[in-house]
């Protein structure tokens, strides 16, 4: 009995040792010439909750008097906030204004990233860019717009039957588009 | 009983240390971005980390060189030098640095703690993003930028890759009497272009006003060469978009014109909305002073809903031509008076002139 308390003093001594001599934030002086300013580091800024939380997702829906493009949001649970689900809703809201600039042929059935570029698959209503310049440039920026809100997009492309779509309307798309800053309106 | 407890209670006591130190995190991944979305365009760079991660930030004395330490890291991506924009912050360099991970980051220009931001990221199992730390690198010496939409021209922050820098053939003084214009009188053939509320095709509407331009030049010593002249497709019936706006592009290209100048009618959903515009594509360094030129004199054609401006815009014709081009958008055929006043052949006319006085204002002629 004795022999086993003596036993386990030792372990929780050496224990407590053992933690309190380490922990994770020790770095070692570099002998370095010394900075001038130190910035603070903001923790734990969210950017999305985790699941069954409810988050705004924002897209960009073409404005009415054809002047550019005007952020929206709308809440959604976390876990369902996807770029194909910010097309769908920027879609939704589009075709509920009494001049929606995606006509109802237009569809956009998948997105995918990668290494920073989206590719989105639409059909030949979409790839024919009937309508107007205006009209089309109005929905490529939607679209661009929506899809580069996301950290992990930068850059859009068209894809339709699997194949990259190189012109859209009388606009070249070859090369990624890059976000449309020019025609987000506040 | 009563030590046996004390001492569990130690044991207890003692394992979250015990967990919580020792594993170093991995820095998986480190990638980089431009934002021009912003009123100032910043870098935002981005690790991926296998675990929460301390960091700490300072800036060097000359304030070119902004330091992340991330503490108890270990250097898991082969990305070890990475060049990123040369305007905001050029590269960014890892290492390790004993059980630290070191990112250094060059800038072209001093920069002071306002001009950087550094901030963690919970891991998200949602979206499938990892613990991250982010940095943020705003461009030093521009002036917040408003957002904007028609009269005054926005540069594209990134000019397109692999675009024509013109062939340096072409001319952009000395008058018009002696240049190549080309001119594309937009859509034709098999491709009616928009169709306006009572039935009237753009592609009927930019023929003549094209016809009319070509007098106009012509009338002041240019050379004219047309993509069309009747309608027709440029390139054949029915052809892709590539090939028939390929086929326009090469009249252009293949007679080393000064300047190419295609002929449109925009179309909008809402038929309130209309007026005039001019696009171009900064190719040349020209382009946009082409299209101020032009916009000027076209903007104020009576029967229309106001002034556009200029724009840039990411159109075929303007990216692929080797010399200085312009789209006009003479009005919106959507609109029910527009549409009307556009069939007028002295509003063509009127369209015609002034396009051409634009484009002779743009030779200093």
């Known amino acids: ?186 | 009983m009563r030590k046996l407890f004390f001492m569990c209670l130690a044991v207890l006591m003692a394992i979250p240390l015990f967990l919580t130190q020792a594993k170093a995190a991995n820095l998986e991944d480190a990638r980089w971005v431009t934002r021009t979305d912003a009123p100032v365009p910043y870098v935002r760079m981005v690790m991926d980390l296998s675990a929460p991660v301390k960091a700490s930030a300072s800036i060097s004395k000359d304030g070119k060189t902004t330091t992340v330490t991330l503490k108890n890291t270990k250097l898991k991506t082969a990305k070890a030098n990475i060049n990123m924009d040369s305007s905001i912050a050029s590269s960014a360099r890892l290492t390790e640095d004993g059980r630290d991970v070191k990112v250094t980051i060059k800038t072209p220009s001093s920069i002071d703690t306002s001009d950087v931001k550094v901030f963690s990221l919970k891991k998200d199992t949602v979206n499938q993003k990892p613990y991250r730390i982010v940095v943020d690198v705003q461009k030093k010496g521009v002036a917040p930028k408003p957002a904007y939409y028609g009269k005054r021209p926005s540069p594209s922050a990134h000019p397109a890759k692999n675009m024509p820098t013109g062939s340096g053939n072409y001319s952009i003084s000395g008058g018009l009497s002696g240049k190549t214009i080309t001119i594309d009188p937009g859509h034709g053939g098999s491709d009616s272009g928009a169709v306006g509320p009572h039935g009237v095709q753009e592609k009927n509407i930019t023929l003549p006003i094209s016809m009319y331009l070509k007098k106009a030049l012509e009338n002041r010593g240019a050379k004219v060469l047309m993509t069309r002249t009747t309608d027709v497709d440029v390139y054949g019936p029915n052809a892709s978009g590539v090939d028939e706006l390929g086929a326009r592009v090469n009249v252009a290209n293949r007679s080393n014109s000064d300047a190419l100048i295609s002929v449109h009618i925009n179309a909008f959903n809402n038929p309130s909305v209309g007026g005039i515009a001019t696009y171009y594509y900064s190719k040349t360094g020209n382009d946009a002073r082409l299209a101020q030129k032009v916009q000027s004199q076209i903007a104020s054609v009576p029967g229309f809903n106001g002034d556009r401006g200029i724009q840039e815009g990411n159109l075929y014709v303007l990216r692929h031509s080797n010399m200085p081009a312009v789209l006009v958008e003479l009005g919106f055929i959507s609109n029910p008076n527009e549409e009307r006043v556009l069939q007028s052949p002295q509003t063509q006319e009127d369209f015609a002139n002034r396009i051409a006085n634009g484009i002779a204002s743009y030779f200093g002629g």
């Not at chain 1, 050496?14 to 934030?25: D, I, M």
């Not at chain 1, 929506?146 to 894809?159: A, C, P």
């Open chain 1, 1 to 186: 009995m004795k022999l086993r308390k003596q036993v386990l003093s030792i372990l929780c001594v050496g224990l407590l040792a053992f933690a309190a001599g380490c922990t994770p934030n020790q770095a070692p002086t570099t002998g370095k010439s010394e900075p001038v300013q130190e910035t603070k580091v903001n923790k734990d800024a969210e950017t999305t909750k985790t699941s069954q939380e409810m988050v705004k997702m924002a897209f960009f829906v073409p404005t009415e008097d054809g002047s550019g493009v005007k952020q929206s949001t709308v809440e959604m649970e976390a876990d369902k906030v996807t770029p194909k689900a910010a097309l769908l809703a920027m879609l939704k809201a589009d075709r509920a204004q009494k001049y929606p600039v995606f006509s109802k042929d237009i569809k956009i059935t998948s997105v995918t990233v990668k290494d920073g570029i989206a590719s989105v698959e639409v059909n030949d209503a979409f790839v024919k860019g009937n309508g107007g310049d205006l009209t089309v440039q109005l929905q490529m920026a939607a679209i661009v717009n929506t899809l580069t809100s996301f950290d992990n997009i930068n850059g859009v492309l068209f894809v339709s039957n699997g194949k990259k779509v190189p012109t859209v309307g009388s606009f070249d798309t070859k090369d990624p588009v890059k976000r449309m800053t020019n025609l987000i309106k506040k």
